[in-house]
């Protein structure tokens, strides 16, 4: 909020079109007044003679022009349509003035012309309004309170937000660190599980490979054994052969002895007959 001094100052020989529309008239100037030291929103009007009826009756009392009133420094003083063609005109009082004259803070009269100082007499003139600064203070005041409540809540918010992903995130973080510790403990523990597996396939297949040859040594010896009682078994069945050969010669002379035998005892039986018969 700003007070009237400062806002003749601020505008002083400038152009204020607050609207954008039609370029610096009386009414833009008022507009920037009526915000930014009374505190006031927006005015609707086609021309400035509208807001004797437009004003917002909350920050302003109405105070008519009769012929002993003197308008006091900050009131808004409001030109009939008469005076200006259908839309009068709007000044800010300084203060400064009698019952004839009065001077104010105003823009775009004549024509064109920027924010200055201008004293008039009270032609055509509704009135003023008096501001309710104090009212004024109060509305901005709860706007800005309402507004910084609403910021207050939103930031709150998202600070409650931020801190919610924040700790997400890290959960989430810690997570992936467990569980890369995890796998680098649970793939170092399979690794040495593996070495000691393939280690012990290694010894068992050395020792296997010792009692191969174990077994091989054995059955060379054996086989050699095999062979030189199969050379016996040779030599001896030869002999057999050969004491066979040699019976079947004995037996054969035996029999021829045995023909002789017979025929000897043939004789000698001849013999005895004979002998008998004789008488010998
Ligand atoms: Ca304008």
């Not at 005109?89 to 100082?117: R, Y």
């Not at 997400?168 to 510790?181: A, F, M, Q």
Request: hydrophobic share 35%; charged share 25%.
């Amino acid at each position: 909020m700003m007070k009237f001094d400062e806002f003749v100052k601020n505008w002083n020989g400038k152009f204020a079109d607050f609207d954008g529309w039609f370029g610096a008239q009386c009414f833009d100037l008022f507009q920037f007044y009526n915000r930014d030291v009374v505190g006031g929103s927006f005015v609707p009007g086609n021309g400035a003679a509208d807001i004797w009826a437009t004003y917002p009756k909350e920050l302003y009392g109405k105070v008519d022009n009769t012929p002993d009133a003197v308008p006091q420094v900050g009131d808004v003083v409001i030109w009939k349509g008469s005076f200006n063609g259908g839309v009068g005109h709007v000044g800010i009082a300084t203060g400064k003035g009698d019952i004839n004259s009065f001077e104010c803070f105003e823009q775009n009269d004549p024509t064109g012309s920027s924010s200055h100082l201008k004293t008039y007499k009270y032609d055509y003139i509704y009135g003023w309004l008096r501001p309710k600064i104090e009212s004024g203070c109060e509305k901005r005041y709860a706007t800005l309170a309402a507004q910084y409540s609403e910021l207050k809540e939103k930031s709150q918010k998202d600070y409650d937000k931020l801190l919610d992903d924040f700790i997400k995130l890290k959960g989430e973080k810690e997570k992936v660190v467990r569980d890369y510790i995890d796998y680098q403990e649970q793939t170092a523990a399979e690794i040495a599980a593996k070495i000691e597996q393939a280690e012990s396939l290694q010894k068992q297949a050395s020792e296997m490979t010792a009692q191969l040859s174990v077994m091989a040594g054995q059955i060379k010896s054996a086989l050699g054994e095999k062979n030189a009682t199969q050379a016996k078994l040779e030599a001896l069945d030869v002999k057999f052969q050969a004491e066979i050969h040699q019976q079947e010669i004995l037996r054969g002379e035996v029999a021829t002895l045995r023909g002789r035998l017979a025929k000897n005892i043939k004789g000698y039986k001849k013999t005895e007959l004979l002998l008998a018969i004789l008488g010998w």
